[in-house]
C-alpha cells in the first residue's frame, strides 16, 4: 500500500467565515502536512504530527511555500462549448442560436466528442478545478464521452446529457421519449460508477417542451439521489419567451416548480432576475442559484446579488461557476475575481477567505458532496491543489507587500490564473504532472491530441 506525504502551507474551512478575523472558520496550518492513501486523506495537521503517521516507505513531496487547499470546484459548465468561447458580440438567445446551437451538433459524432472531453477536462485540471458539474450537448454519444474521459481520470464529476426538444436546430434536438431513455441508459451505466455522477439536464424551459418537462419530471421522482441541473433567469428576453410558451406559470420559476424539478440537488445556473416569490420558492425547497459571474457580464445578462441572496430572510444556497463557453475563463479564480466586481457593484463585499471558503467547501456544500470532497479533513478524498501566489513577476512583486493570509488569498484571486496552480491531485493521483507526461506520449500516438496541444501553446 503506497502512500504520499505532502508538505506545504495547507488550509482548509470549518464552515462560511464572517469577517477575516473569524480564525474558527478555517484551519491554516504554515507547516502543514497531508497523508494520502488509496485516494483518499488520511491524516492532515502539523506537519511533524502527519509525518509520524506516515508508513516508511511514503512518498515525501515538498511544496513548501506554496499554500495546498482542496481542489477547486466549478458548478456548471459546458463542455461542448470550448470552441464557443469567446464568440463576439451576442445576448444569450442570439448567442445560443449563431454559436452554441451549430457547435453542438457536432457531438453527434463521438469521436468529436471524445477528443473535446479530453481537452476539457485537461484544461478544467490545468487550471486547479477537481470536479465540475458539467452539461454535455443533447447527444448520448458526448456524455458517454464525457464520463469515459472523467472515470479514465477518477474525478468525481457531475454531468448530464442535455433534454432538449424545441426551438432550436433538428442536429441537437431530442423528443421526450427519446431524452427519458438516453437518459435512462446513461444513469444506469454512469451514475456511481467509481466517482460518476449523473444529472438530470433539461436545458432551460425555452427548448423543453411541457412533455419533455414531464418526462423530467419522472427522473427525478425515480432517481431522487441524482442531481438535476438547468438554467434558471437570465436574461430578461429569456424570461418573456419562457412566459409566453407557458401562459400559465405566474413566474419563470413556477414553470420548474410545476414539475417538481426544485429541491437540495437541483441547480439552477444565473437566477439573477428572480422576484421575491422566486427566490423564496428556491430557499424554500434547499434549490441552489448558480453565480456565473464572467458569463454574466460577458453576455451583459445582469449583476447576481450573491449577499442579498445569502442574507435574505429565507436566504439561498449558493455555487459559484465559470459557464464556459458562455463564461470566459475556466479559471475558478478569474471566475472569484469577477465576482468580487459584480458583488461590488451591488454594493458589497465579498472578503477573501469568504471567497475560498465559496470555491472549495461552499461549493461542495451546495452540491451536496462536502463529504467526499471541498476540505482537507481526514476521510476525503485527496483531491488538492497546489497555489503559488509568486507565480508571475507582477505577483511576486505585489507579495512583497502582502503581509497576511488573507492578502495572500486576494491576490492569488486578483491576479492568479492557471499560472498560480503549481500542481493538481485527484484522488491522490498528481494529475498536472502526469497530465503533461501523458501529453507528450500521446502527442506521438493521437494526431487529435497533437492539435490540441500546438492550439493550446499557440
Ligand atoms: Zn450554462
Redesign the pocket.
Known sequence: MTSTLLRGRTLSFLRWPETVDDHPAWRYEDDGGLLLRNGRIVAAGAYADVEKKADEGAKKIDHRPHLLLPGLIDA?A?FPQMQVIASYGAELLDWLNTYTFPEETKFQNAQHGRRIARLFLDEVVRHGTTTVAA?CSVHRESAEAFFAESHDRNMLNIAGKVMMDRNAPEGVLDTPQSAYDDSKALIAEWHGKGRQHYAITPRFAITSSPEQLEMASALCREHPDLHMQT?LSENHAEIAFTLQLYPKASDYTDVYEHYGLLGRKSLF?HCIHLSEREADALSDTGSVAVFCPTSNLFLGSGLFDYQRYRRREKPLRIATAT?VG?GTNYSMLRTMDEGYKVIALNGEKLNPFQSFWQLTRGNAEALSIVERIGTLDPGSDADIVVLDARATPAMRLRMETADTLAEELFLLQTLGDDRAVREVYVAGRAAKTDMAIWLSHTSRLDPAAAIGQSLQRS
Open positions: 456548471h459546458h452539461y438554467h445556473g459557464d458562455g
